[in-house]
């Protein structure tokens, strides 16, 4: 049968042992977690979808609002299908791990239809034949946007779970920056010609909080969150990875206006610019301003008063939408337009 390969990134490796050690501590089976957390990051990162089964107690779902994964030992084994999906709206997923980086995907099938096609077995328990699963990823295409979402809705507390993720991977980067900062390092940084230290926080506190940041805009937006690290040497492969989704750039907001920076550089790249504040002190509570196109809030922007340059402009609260897109399964391939 056909098959679909999904590589993971080392920092994505490092997502799932983080997360399997937290599954672990809430009861899971040792011997399966690290295989289970990797098969349902991998389907997350195809379909671009949030990766739900971080939290081990959520609602029985591993990845978006509908999808189960079924973490299988080989590509031909028969998988076994649980009565609670059924009637859901679900769609079940079949991952099976070949290597630290690398998952092999079987396919899909909307669970109701996995049940009727399913068998019973010898236990009594019902099993779907591989080769019944679909290979393409199901195409959406937006039927309209919801109303603007009132503000209560827009506020989002992270869980344990997601913290302790998003406080790992802020640390990573803290790290990797420091390597970038060693004398003779063959990957120097240095501070754009516009920052204020004096200004600016700790680094290594704004590293977890830009994280938790990029972490609840993915989940509000239901768009994986690659959870990057990279040093210098992986900068340019880093690029090819957004903040959230794969066109979503996420701002964090501190000042007392409400503004937040739009950069020159990143026009004309097709980019969905998301604000959102991190509440202060415990860094888990965010408020999402909401999402505009990246060209138009440049358009819209005023210059930035602390880049002389002219490279950054900083664009109201007021021009962020709140809406989002109601999706429907295409009957044809359909591209997803980028702001959705």
Not at 9 to 33: C, N
Not at 120 to 127: E, F, H
Not at 180 to 192: I, K, L, N, V, Y
Not at 219 to 243: H, K, L, M
Request: positive net charge.
């Amino acid at each position: 049968m056909q098959q679909q390969t999904v590589l993971l990134e080392a920092w994505e490796q490092k997502a799932a042992t983080v997360a399997a050690r937290l599954h672990i501590t809430a009861g899971h089976d040792p011997s399966r977690a690290r295989r289970v957390c990797t098969a349902q990051i991998a389907v997350a990162k195809h379909t671009n979808r949030y990766w739900t089964g971080l939290t081990p107690d959520n609602a029985g779902t591993h990845v978006g609002a509908n999808i189960v994964v079924h973490t299988g030992e080989d590509l031909t084994a028969p998988i076994l299908l649980d009565d609670t999906n059924v009637g859901r709206a679900r769609t079940v997923w079949v991952a099976v791990p070949a290597a630290p980086d690398e998952v092999h995907l079987a396919g899909w099938l909307p669970y109701d239809q996995a049940w009727q096609q399913a068998i019973t077995g010898p236990d009594g328990r019902r099993y779907l034949d591989p080769r019944a699963l679909l290979q393409d990823v199901p195409a959406l295409v937006v039927t309209g946007r919801t109303n603007p979402l009132p503000a209560d809705q827009m506020i989002l507390t992270l869980t344990d779970q997601e913290f302790t993720l998003a406080e790992h991977v802020g640390t990573g980067r803290q790290g990797a920056h420091e390597q970038t900062r060693q004398p003779g390092s063959a990957h120097a940084t240095r501070d754009a010609a516009y920052y204020d230290r004096k200004r600016m926080e700790d680094d290594a506190r704004a590293n977890v909080a830009g994280c938790v940041a990029e972490l609840a805009i993915a989940r509000f937006s239901n768009r994986y969150w690659p959870a990057t690290v990279w040093t210098g040497q992986w900068t340019r492969n880093a690029q090819r990875f957004s903040d959230a989704g794969r066109n979503f750039e996420v701002r964090r907001v501190r000042n007392r206006r409400d503004e937040t920076a739009v950069r020159r550089k990143q026009l004309g790249k097709g980019l969905i610019l998301w604000a959102a504040r991190v509440h202060e002190p415990d860094l888990r509570r965010v408020e999402v301003f909401g999402w505009i196109d990246h060209d138009q809030a440049w358009d819209l922007g005023t210059p930035a008063d602390y880049d002389r340059d002219g490279n950054t402009r900083v664009v109201a609260r007021t021009h962020f939408r709140s809406d989002l897109p109601l999706l429907r399964r295409a009957q044809s391939p359909a591209v997803l337009p980028a702001a959705a």
